[in-house]
């Protein structure tokens, strides 16, 4: 008699922990969540935000407001990371070049001339070996969502126009904080110094230093153009931003909630780069018409940058090992086909 009336009272047990898990699975519940950026809220990062705040808000019902803080008012790349880590911010959107601090497969995505188009880097960055060096974030208590598009380098400074590699020497030349980027300008001979985005357009201002390299985009909505006279076309590498989320946080969410951002990150993403090289291709024609003196390198000039930058090249595969360097050369070898 005993042994039906326990069989039925542990399989209700079991069926009742099952509805709750699931229903936890499901659950969406009320949350405000920090999601910090560095450049302008009218920039591509800014625009992508936004959508994406927006698209979290009717997926969820407007029960996960993500509230934006633009012009890196949380902090630098690398403080909102810290902040992430620790659980005291739950996303953000920056370089993968403040990250090779955090996860040093990062680099890789630092290799001068790497890709030569967006449609290469897309296929590459979104495909096995990108998620290979997103997942290593998870045990540095990040999980990566996905790339967004920066977009390709390009050079600007008030010394000279820069038509020649000999040109560079001399220049104080911001960079970012990333030592790839340091010895990538270092062996062209110019004077690479680190500094945080979010310092950079007072360094220009008050000429502490020369120049700095960014895509068109971020040269004109973050309007170095006030500050810079010379912009020389060198495309020298291609930078994505990436959207980090704080594990500590991530991993206390229903299985519903973690979908929705993922699907708002992945909605996010095509908008951001249709709207960044959309923005890139007129934000040159806008620069020379607000009286930035532009230049192009000739293919000479270019190869003997690839050259130089040799050492660089060689750092990047010194920090992230030759097997993982190769895998995406190769990947990057078959989306150029
Ligand atoms: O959030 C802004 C920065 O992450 C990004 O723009 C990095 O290109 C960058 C730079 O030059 O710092």
């Not at 973690?258 to 996010?268: C, F, S």
Request: charged share 25%; hydrophobic share 45%; glycine share 6%.
């Amino acid at each position: 008699m005993k042994r039906p009336f326990i069989a039925l009272l542990t399989s209700a047990l079991l069926c009742s922990s099952l509805v709750t898990a699931n229903v936890q699975a499901e659950e969406i519940r009320s949350r405000m969540i920090r999601f910090g950026y560095g450049l302008n809220e009218n920039s591509n990062q800014g625009r992508a935000v936004k959508l994406f705040a927006e698209e979290v808000a009717r997926a969820s019902d407007g029960k996960l407001k993500v509230r934006a803080f633009g012009a890196a008012s949380l902090g630098s790349d690398d403080q909102m990371q810290r902040a992430l880590i620790g659980g005291a911010q739950e996303i953000m959107v920056g370089s993968t070049a403040t990250l090779v601090g955090i996860s040093k497969e990062m680099a890789v995505w630092d290799t001068p001339f790497l890709f030569s188009s967006a449609q290469q880097a897309d296929a590459v960055l979104d495909g096995p070996v990108g998620r290979e060096i997103m997942d290593k974030l998870e045990e540095k208590g990040l999980v990566g969502l996905v790339y967004w598009e920066n977009g390709f380098r390009n050079l600007t400074n008030n010394v000279r126009p820069v038509t020649r590699l000999e040109e560079f020497s001399g220049i104080k030349l911001r960079v970012m904080p990333n030592p790839v980027f340091l010895e990538t300008f270092r062996m062209m001979g110019a004077n690479a110094l680190p500094l945080p985005f979010s310092e950079l357009f007072t360094a220009l201002e008050t000429r502490a230093v020369d120049g700095q390299e960014n895509p068109f985009n971020t040269i004109l909505t973050s309007r170095f153009y006030e500050v810079q006279k010379y912009l020389t076309v060198t495309n020298h590498a291609y930078s994505p931003w990436i959207v980090t989320v704080s594990k500590r946080w991530w991993d206390k969410l229903s299985a519903t909630e973690q979908g929705i951002l993922l699907e708002a990150a992945r909605k996010a993403r095509d908008f951001e780069r249709l709207d960044t090289r959309e923005e890139a291709q007129r934000a040159l024609a806008e620069l020379q018409a607000k009286g930035m003196q532009v230049n192009e390198i000739d293919a000479g000039e270019v190869r003997r940058m690839r050259e130089k930058a040799a050492p660089a090249v060689q750092k990047v595969i010194d920090t992230v090992g030759r097997e993982l360097f190769e895998k995406v050369q190769q990947e990057a070898e078959k989306a150029a086909l």
